[in-house]
């Protein structure tokens, strides 16, 4: 039996384009980045308070009797608390890069 050859994975272009980015021009564009990073943060975090507060109110309409009696209201109670996760996943997300472009966006002192 022949071996099998092993696929040589080709380098994308955006790869590409950051080893040849100098450590100027990175720091650029982590500090481009940034708004970008805010509007989404700012949209998950605003998604995730409305959810809680829908799911909330929602909790605080019924009895528990009547939660678990009819079906619709547990399943959308559900989907209210998988929805308020990945958006609280999402901000952890947006939280981190928002930090990542403030470390790595900021002016180096090391002088070539």
Request: glycine residues 4%; hydrophobic residues 45%; contains cysteine.
């Amino acid at each position: 039996m022949a071996a099998r050859q092993k696929r040589v994975k080709r380098k994308g272009n955006l790869e590409k384009r950051f080893e040849s980015m100098t450590p100027g021009e990175l720091e650029q564009r982590w500090r481009d980045m940034r708004p970008r990073y805010f509007r989404w943060l700012g949209l998950f975090v605003l998604l995730a308070a409305i959810v809680y507060l829908i799911n909330h109110v929602f909790l605080m309409q019924h009895t528990a009797a009547e939660l678990k009696a009819d079906s619709f209201y547990t399943t959308t109670i559900s989907i209210l608390n998988v929805a308020f996760q990945i958006s609280c996943i999402f901000c952890f997300l947006f939280t981190v890069l928002t930090g990542m472009s403030y470390i790595y966006g900021r002016a180096s002192t090391k002088t070539a």
